[in-house]
């Protein structure tokens, strides 16, 4: 498949207000995301720098799935921030997912600060029909 | 009259004082985030001993990262490898951009460029860059001359 050459972008957008404020201080931002599908599933690749695989929640509730990637601030000991160009944050998003998935059979897994997600799609059994002759 | 020119040019003299004791703080603690020039944003953090730069390169492999060190320049090269995708797959969204980057930023000393460290977690990457020994800044102890 080919695929534009988008380049990297080196600025995070963040989330001013979604539902009301965050109880925690913190700065939240937006992952960056590809979502494709193929006839079984839907791919989700989603950055998220700095969250570990033990801080992330996904939940899918009916076509409603969220992400949320908690980060914990950095703060090297001994050190004083001289100069920045970014800040630490969480990273929040919601997607509503248009294709019946198969909740039981999702895979996460975050690697290099990406988190990707396969999204199983449940099979329309097929059922035939058989007409009777009256 | 006089009073209305007066008084403007006061406060204008009060701003520009202002403004001069940010930029002189501002070393110290960054007064607000600076936009990054290019791909990938940096924060620097220092002291004594050398300084400590962050990045966010997030979906980069670690053995896709270059740094080099000469004098007081690092320059950091990389690639983000487009992603895998299968040929019936169709993009919903695509947000993430991907390829070759290049940055080098200037610090205000000479480092000491076989002891440059870096690690790389989750798509963070630190680089620790210690400060030439002779480069640092000495402490000169002054002798008591004996009579």
Redesign the interface.
């Given at each position: 498949?080919s695929?534009?050459?988008?380049?990297?972008?080196?600025?995070?957008e963040e989330i001013v207000s979604e539902n009301g404020e965050q109880t925690r201080s913190r700065r939240s931002f937006v992952p960056?995301?590809?979502?494709?599908?193929?006839?079984e599933a839907?791919?989700l690749?989603a950055?998220?720098?700095?969250?570990?695989p033990d801080s992330v929640e996904i939940m899918l509730e009916k076509n409603l799935l969220s992400i949320h990637g908690m980060v914990e601030p950095?703060a090297?000991e001994?050190?004083?921030?001289?100069?920045?160009?970014?800040?630490d944050g969480d990273f929040m998003r919601r997607f509503r997912i248009s294709s019946q998935i198969d909740g039981d059979k999702i895979q996460a897994v975050?690697k290099?600060?990406?988190l990707q997600l396969v999204l199983p799609k449940t099979r329309p059994e097929q059922k035939k029909i058989s007409v009777k002759a009256g | 009259m006089y009073r209305t020119i007066y008084t403007p040019s006061v406060l204008s003299e009060m701003e520009r004082l202002q403004r001069e004791m940010n930029r002189l703080f501002e070393g110290v603690v960054p007064r607000r985030l600076l936009s990054a020039p290019s791909y990938p944003a940096m924060n620097v953090w220092s002291n004594q001993e050398g300084a400590l730069i962050t990045a966010e390169v997030p979906g980069v492999q670690p053995e896709h990262i270059d740094i080099s060190v000469v004098g007081e320049t690092l320059t950091l090269t990389g690639e983000r490898l487009a992603p895998e995708v299968g040929e019936d797959a169709r993009y919903h969204r695509q947000e993430r951009g991907y390829g070759k980057f290049s940055r080098s930023i200037e610090l205000p000393f000479r480092v000491d460029a076989d002891q440059v460290q870096a690690t790389f977690n989750q798509g963070v990457l630190q680089i620790r860059l210690p400060r030439a020994e002779e480069d640092k800044p000495r402490k000169i102890s002054v002798q008591v001359a004996n009579a």
């Open positions: 498949m695929t534009n050459g988008k380049p990297m972008e080196a600025n995070k960056r995301t590809d979502i494709y599908e193929s006839e839907i791919y690749q950055d998220m720098p700095g969250v570990q950095l090297p001994g050190y004083q921030l001289a100069y920045a160009e970014y800040e975050l290099e600060g990406v | -």
